[in-house]
T-cell receptor, first 109, second 112 residues
């Protein structure tokens, strides 16, 4: 089981600011996913990255997978209140998914 | 298409009581999962079922049992609830090589 560390644990920013959250492991990821979870709901998949150095964009969200496949980042440009939620990274190993502890983001209007 | 449904949404138990959490999916997915989510701990896998008729332990299986009743339904049973099992429980499903997991809305369980 990999230990996925996410940072920061909590983040509170003003609407319009940019931010980056991180997911790190001591071992190499096979593939990595990012989810967003809103209060009272289950997580929803945002993106899957599988190739070292890969960059994927989803509107104002940019996901990067480290060259060595041991880290990933999520960058949000011009954050909006609707971005508020818990951001989780997850590694896929066979049939199992291992989740990080999450970054709780609050965007203040 | 309801996706993944879970019942009940909330439950309060006394220590030692038993209960079953129900999960159903209507997406014809082969694989189903049970997770618990605790503050600061992320999601931890309790049990999973890669296909109908099979179940396997995850990271934190102690104190739980599961049943894959058919392709649609995957239940989680607490035989003798303990306060340490107070948590939010999520069921999820995905289809074979597709790594998109779909989650239910969760069951918030409190054990007194």
């Amino acid at each position: 089981t990999q230990l996925l560390e996410q940072s920061p644990q909590f983040l509170s920013i003003q609407e319009g600011e940019n931010l980056t959250v991180y997911c790190n492991s001591s071992s190499v990821f096979s593939s990595l996913q990012w989810y967003r979870q809103e209060p009272g709901e289950g997580p929803v998949l945002l993106v899957t990255v599988v190739t070292g150095g890969e960059v994927k964009k989803l509107k104002r969200l940019t996901f990067q997978f480290g060259d060595a496949r041991k880290d990933s980042s999520l960058h949000i440009t011009a954050a909006q209140p609707g971005d508020t939620g818990l951001y989780l990274c997850a590694e896929i190993t066979g049939n199992q998914f291992y989740f990080g502890t999450g970054t709780s983001l609050t965007v203040i209007p | 298409n309801a996706g993944v449904t879970q019942t009940p949404k909330f439950q309060v138990l006394k220590t030692g009581q038993s209960m079953t959490l129900q999960c159903a999916q209507d997406m014809n997915h082969n694989s189903m999962y049970w997770y618990r989510q605790d503050p600061g701990m992320g999601l931890r896998l309790i049990y999973y079922s890669a296909s109908e008729g099979t179940t396997d332990k995850g990271e934190v299986p102690n104190g739980y049992n599961v049943s894959r009743l058919n392709k649609r339904e995957f239940s989680l049973r607490l035989e003798s609830a303990a306060p340490s099992q107070t948590s939010v429980y999520f069921c999820a499903s995905n289809q074979g090589r597709s790594h998109t997991q779909y989650f239910g809305p969760g069951t918030r369980l409190t054990v007194l």
